[in-house]
């Protein structure tokens, strides 16, 4: 089985500048996760997409962040504009079910460095 | 509001020794446990979850963990690491109401030869 697909791996921008990340849960997953991880903290959720719907958003700085889940598959991640403090892991997941008893499977994440 | 104290952020030990990763949690409603891995450039991995029923919890990779609901602690033990344990374990909580999942911040596990 194919795990959770994140594209870029890396990415260097400059502050003010804007960026996207892609993410392809496993397939079947109906639940899609968007953590940040900032060095030397744990993964901090930013969205929760159940299919293609937002479960939880209150912790994404809309201001300058949004995410999309079009047709309840693959997922994208903007920043708009970046600031020095977006430079952090951008990890996405996702679960069969939408019940917070449910294993989160990770991708490999982004690391955004912003300068 | 739940959330989660990993007590070490860096647990140096010797391989073949034991070790135990400390995580408390404070939530006013019952909770679901998890203990995940994150091995360097990868991402995070269930090692094991409580959700009811048995406070001894077995996970992958011969680690277990012991849910103790009068201390609000669930801390990740193994009896003997190898060099391949080398990583960074995350303890997460998320309360049965369905609050969102808190990630403590991470105790890094370096294992000596």
């Known amino acids: 089985e194919a795990g959770v697909a994140q594209s870029p791996r890396y990415k260097i921008i400059e502050k003010r500048q804007s960026v996207a990340f892609w993410c392809n849960p496993i397939?079947?997953?109906?639940?899609l996760y968007w953590y940040q991880q900032i060095l030397g903290q744990g993964p901090k959720l930013l969205i929760q997409f159940q299919n293609n719907g937002v479960v939880d958003d209150s912790q994404l700085p809309k201001d300058r962040f949004s995410a999309e889940r079009l047709k309840g598959v693959d997922s994208t991640l903007k920043i708009q504009p970046a600031k020095l403090e977006d430079s952090a892991v951008y990890l996405c997941?996702?679960?069969?079910?939408?019940?917070?008893?449910?294993?989160?499977?990770f991708g490999p994440g982004t690391r955004l460095l912003v300068l | 509001a739940q959330s989660v104290t990993q007590l070490d952020s860096q647990v140096p030990v010797f391989e073949e020794a034991p070790v135990e990763l400390r995580c408390n949690y404070s939530?006013?409603?019952?909770?679901?446990l998890f203990w995940y891995v994150q091995y360097p450039n990868q991402g995070l991995q269930l090692l094991l979850k409580?959700?009811?029923?048995?406070?001894l919890v077995k996970g992958i990779n011969g680690f277990e963990a012991e849910f103790n609901k009068s201390q609000t602690s669930f801390h990740l033990r193994k009896p003997s690491v190898h060099i391949s344990d080398t990583a960074e374990y995350f303890c997460?909580?998320?309360?049965?109401?369905?609050?969102?999942?808190?990630f403590g911040a991470g105790t890094r596990l370096f294992v000596k030869a």
């Open positions: 997460a909580v998320t309360d049965t109401g369905g609050f969102k999942t808190i």
């Open positions: 997941a996702s679960s069969y079910g939408s019940g917070y008893q449910e294993t989160q499977y």
């Open positions: 397939s079947g997953h109906a639940t």
């Open positions: 409580y959700l009811s029923g048995s406070t």
């Open positions: 939530s006013s409603v019952s909770v679901y």
